[in-house]
């Protein structure tokens, strides 16, 4: 891994851009990017490294705010494009923003929904204005550009926003990839451009493909603009997983201490440990709430399909490691039949399990770093995977 010693002056950040102390490093690895920190909202601060559950509609599927709080979550996830097309953000600032619309008091981070277009192959089309796009929805059809993402997300009133972006599809040569991040760097130009609310965040997304030069150029690019935070995007898109750790290795020495770094929708429990290794200070990902409601539940020795026929008599919890609600009072007998017989039950126990797996990773990871044991936890964590394959 290279060190954060290795920032050079051509990447140094415009400081004067930060609306006063977001982001605070409290513990420091010695050469290494490993860091304990501290994000300051309006709404609460986040200790990092840290996880956010996702709530792309306004709610993380199955869980209310109070489970997510006794889960100690300390900010989750929504998504703009989703809630500009239902109920719509102005519906959702005459409501008073989102925190009250939902009922969740601690921060909110909302992506701009690069992604989600991104996503919406063949109901597309992308040219320098942005992106027209038609609803997955209702097949109505809407245009989004720089202005309007930022538009809706300051409506929507999160802690954290995102500059909209394009995301390129894995794999993709290096001229396309070329002219895309020089869209995506325009975009964020005039998304930092249309940003107004002192009380939110604004973080920039380093695209740039596989490629270490256009990541370079991409980073540069965001520094020089003077953004709150750095994300890093178009990961998670179908690559191998050394192809992402080598696009981190690349970026993150050269991101300025006193930036967060937030990597975008990655989110195997390796994944985490292994960026976490890496530097990386925030992550999202649907994959705890998504696998929990196709029966995927994960375990300190890996995952567990709790529909197959094996668990149909077992008596053990699901994780007899675990002391969340559902391993403390239930067997993997009564998960599988709730799952067989599709209760509903059995998607908010699944969730707070995976949940609470996900949370305790990044507090163990935390703990570990503090501790200066993040070698021993990270061999630990292979070690226990091993046994159970």
């Not at 239930?330 to 699944?350: G, P, T, V």
Request: hydrophobic share 40%.
């Amino acid at each position: 891994m290279k060190s954060e010693a290795s920032i050079t002056e051509s990447t140094s950040v415009k400081v004067s851009a930060l609306k006063g102390p977001h982001f605070e490093v409290l513990h420091r690895t010695v050469n290494s990017p490993v860091r304990l920190g501290k994000v300051r909202t309006a709404h609460g601060d986040i200790r990092t490294p840290a996880f956010m559950p996702v709530g792309t509609a306004g709610s993380v599927k199955g869980m209310s705010p109070a489970d997510l709080q006794g889960l100690d979550a300390e900010i989750i996830l929504c998504n703009a494009y989703h809630l500009y097309l239902r109920p719509g953000h102005e519906m959702v600032k005459r409501r008073g923003g989102l925190h009250r619309f939902i009922g969740w008091e601690g921060p909110i981070l909302t992506d701009s929904g690069g992604y989600q277009v991104f996503s919406l192959k063949g109901l597309t089309k992308i040219d320098e204005e942005g992106v027209r796009f038609q609803s997955h929805i209702d097949g109505s059809r809407h245009m989004m550009t720089p202005e309007r993402a930022i538009e809706i997300e300051s409506a929507l009133g999160a802690d954290i926003i995102m500059a909209f972006d394009e995301c390129l599809p894995y794999p993709s040569d290096h001229r396309s990839t070329e002219l895309s991040l020089a869209r995506t760097l325009r975009w964020a130009e005039r998304s930092k451009a249309a940003h107004h609310r002192d009380d939110q965040f604004l973080y920039g997304i380093v695209q740039g493909g596989f490629f270490d030069d256009l990541r370079k150029k991409g980073l540069e690019g965001l520094l020089n603009m003077g953004f709150d935070g750095i994300a890093i995007g178009g990961l998670s898109v179908g690559e191998p997983q050394e192809a992402m750790l080598s696009v981190l290795e690349g970026v993150v020495p050269l991101i300025p201490t006193v930036l967060p770094r937030y990597l975008m929708g990655v989110g195997r429990p390796e994944d985490l440990v292994e960026a976490v290794c890496r530097g990386i200070d925030l992550f999202d990902c649907v994959l705890p709430t998504r696998h929990a409601r196709t029966g995927s539940l994960f375990t300190h020795q890996g995952e567990i399909h709790i529909k197959n026929a094996c668990y149909t008599e077992d008596d053990a919890p699901l994780d007899a490691s675990c002391e969340c609600y559902t391993c403390r009072n239930f067997s993997r007998a009564y998960l599988r039949h709730l799952f067989m017989a599709k209760e509903l039950l059995a998607i908010r126990l699944n969730t707070l399990h995976n949940l609470y797996y996900y949370l305790r990773l990044m507090s163990g990871l935390r703990e570990a770093i503090g501790n200066g044991t993040l070698d021993h936890f990270r061999a630990l964590f292979y070690q226990k995977r091993a046994i159970f394959l």
